[in-house]
């Protein structure tokens, strides 16, 4: 079991950088799959980025609306899983959480946010263009 706490969220100006991290504690960390997703007001909770779990190698699976511009990693020493934000724009305007998942399957399959146990309280992000 592990309990994700995200941090790093604030406001920012369109075009500029923010990283996220989220501080997993608990045991295992290395065996799973982290998550990032957003929501922005009135819409659905959506899936942003993927990293697998250690062992796997560490693939990673993005969303269309952030690839190239977002990019996860993970430090297994540290039980953190990072977002690199770069070239933000209004839209990236949410709140983004971090979620925690065991089990197998195509990274493709861990874009659905069923697959995730654990879930963080979430850290607003707010880009002003």
């Known amino acids: 079991q592990v309990q994700p706490v995200e941090s790093g969220g604030g406001l920012v100006q369109a075009g500029d950088s923010l990283r996220l991290s989220c501080a997993a504690s608990?045991?295992?960390?290395?065996?799973?799959?982290m998550g990032w997703f957003r929501q922005a007001p009135g819409k659905e909770r959506e899936f942003v980025a993927v990293?697998?779990?250690?062992?796997?190698?560490?693939?990673?699976y993005y969303s269309d609306s952030v690839k190239g511009r977002f990019t996860i990693s993970r430090d297994n020493t540290k039980n953190t899983v990072y977002l690199q934000m770069n070239s933000l724009k209004s839209e990236d305007t949410a709140v983004y959480f971090c979620?925690?998942?065991?089990?197998?399957?195509?990274?493709?399959?861990?874009?659905?946010?069923?697959?995730?146990?654990?879930w963080g309280q979430g850290t607003q992000v707010t880009v002003s263009s």
């Open positions: 979620a925690a998942g065991t089990g197998s399957g195509a990274l493709t399959t861990w874009v659905s946010s069923h697959r995730y146990d654990y």
């Open positions: 608990g045991r295992a960390f290395s065996s799973y799959n």
């Open positions: 990293i697998a779990w250690s062992w796997s190698g560490g693939s990673t």
